[in-house]
């Protein structure tokens, strides 16, 4: 129960900063300090049994789920499967800006990723990213089971046992950009 209100309060937490990004510690592609926070955010991310996608609802509400990543790919991209009649595939299409969270497996930091998804209905892809404990959860894998891609644009990156924390004054963690704001 602990651990459900501290993901609850850290939800919370995240939820609140995302407008302020553009206030945070922003990296440029060049600096030094890009490659040790994406190496840190990989391993969170690989770390991580699960993450939170949030998605907007037709009201724009925040709608939040735990989730199985796969691992992330070269620029941090991560797929997700899901049942294609599931309210999250809906709410991509209407808004495909979605909101990655990563807690630290030992609590101590996050990642959290800004990014645009994408539903993806390609077979080989499916049959590419599929995992034998969904069986249960996807008895027609053919018809019954889709991707999810995030392509990340912006992340946000705390872990203070890798010496990675918000800026002193501000508490806003450092941010790496990926690509183009869309």
């Not at 800004?114 to 077979?123: E, K, L, R, T, Y």
């Not at 008895?139 to 392509?151: A, F, H, M």
Request: charge should be neutral.
């Amino acid at each position: 129960m602990k651990s459900v209100r501290k993901f609850i309060f850290l939800m919370f937490l995240i939820l609140h900063m995302i407008p302020f990004h553009c206030i945070s510690q922003i990296l440029e592609p060049g600096d030094t300090s890009r490659f040790k926070l994406i190496n840190a955010a990989r391993e969170i991310m690989t770390e991580a049994r699960t993450c939170a996608l949030i998605t907007l609802d037709e009201d724009c509400h925040p709608r939040v789920r735990a989730m199985d990543p796969f691992i992330p790919e070269s620029g941090l991209t991560v797929w997700f499967g899901t049942n294609p009649k599931s309210r999250k595939v809906d709410q991509i299409i209407k808004n495909p800006r979605v909101t990655l969270y990563y807690l630290d497996s030992d609590a101590s930091g996050y990642v959290m990723i800004h990014g645009i998804a994408q539903i993806v209905d390609d077979q080989k892809e499916k049959d590419k990213r599929w995992k034998d404990e969904w069986e249960s959860f996807y008895p027609n894998r053919n018809e019954g089971y889709l991707l999810i891609k995030v392509s990340p644009i912006w992340m946000e990156v705390i872990s203070y046992t890798r010496g990675i924390v918000g800026d002193s004054i501000t508490w806003q963690p450092p941010t790496v950009m990926f690509g183009p704001k869309q």
